[in-house]
């Protein structure tokens, strides 16, 4: 996902009645992740009308997920009710996650919760050598440092298609940490973290490759 996903013409009124405002919020959603940074026009039409958009998304066995105090909404999957009748069809697919991907994403929440717990920036913005330096430790050891950096380069690339990084525009190579990640690595999931980050080391030891069948 790039980070220009939610540019868009000026917006129609995104008043209660705005049909058109409307619109524009649910495509936005239907397009990924909302972000009240990357699009605070569209924020606030959602802010307007969530109660529209939850009844809308309902219909198709979707639950709108807004947190305003970090500033993003997506569309989810809406559990499933055993008391009811068929299932209606997935609209948001499951992803399944590599290894190294999967690894990106819990090294990324850890340095997350590390900063937030410092007080200072509610941003946190990181170097693809930070974060490669972060990998290294679990990743089979390599002499061959450009085809470690092209790997990274296309585990990175999959975290920003997730919305879980940013691409900081006019710095090459800096990514913004998206406050998204905590809604997908949670505070019990964390709390397990260096378990899971043993397994991970173990995994590498036992496999002895970074790659893993993506889905």
Same mark, same amino acid.
């Given at each position: 996902m790039n980070?220009? =996903?939610?540019?868009?013409?000026?917006? #129609?009124?995104?008043?209660?009645?705005?049909?058109? %405002?409307?619109?524009? @919020?649910? @495509? =936005?959603?239907?397009?990924g992740v909302l972000h009240r940074d990357a699009a605070?026009?569209?924020?606030? %039409?959602?802010?307007n009308l969530q109660a529209r958009v939850?009844? +809308? @998304? #309902? @219909?198709? %066995?979707?639950?709108?997920?807004?947190?305003? =105090?970090?500033? +993003? #909404? +997506?569309?989810?999957?809406r559990p499933r009710d055993p008391d009811q009748g068929d299932e209606l069809p997935r609209?948001? #697919?499951?992803?399944?996650l590599s290894y190294p991907v999967s690894l990106l994403l819990a090294l990324l929440r850890k340095k997350l919760a590390e900063h937030d717990a410092t007080g200072g920036d509610t941003r946190l913005v990181l170097s693809r050598?930070?974060?490669?330096?972060?990998?290294?430790v679990f990743l089979p050891e390599t002499a061959n440092e450009a085809r470690l950096l092209d790997r990274m380069d296309s585990?990175?690339?999959k975290a920003v298609e997730l919305g879980m990084l940013r691409r900081m525009r006019g710095q090459e190579h800096r990514y913004e940490v998206r406050r998204i990640l905590k809604a997908f690595v949670d505070a019990q999931w964390l709390g397990q973290l260096d378990e899971r980050l043993r397994g991970y080391r173990a995994y590498i030891e036992g496999s002895g490759t970074d790659e893993a069948s993506e889905g």
């Open positions: 980070e220009n =996903a939610f540019e868009t013409p000026p917006p #129609a009124d995104f008043g209660d009645d705005g049909g058109e %405002g409307l619109s524009q @919020v649910l @495509v =936005a959603l239907f397009r605070p026009a569209l924020w606030q %039409g959602l802010l939850r009844d +809308y @998304v #309902a @219909v198709l %066995g979707l639950e709108l997920i807004l947190d305003e =105090a970090e500033g +993003y #909404a +997506y569309l989810r999957q609209l948001v #697919a499951r992803r399944q050598e930070q974060i490669v330096e972060q990998m290294r585990h990175i690339n």
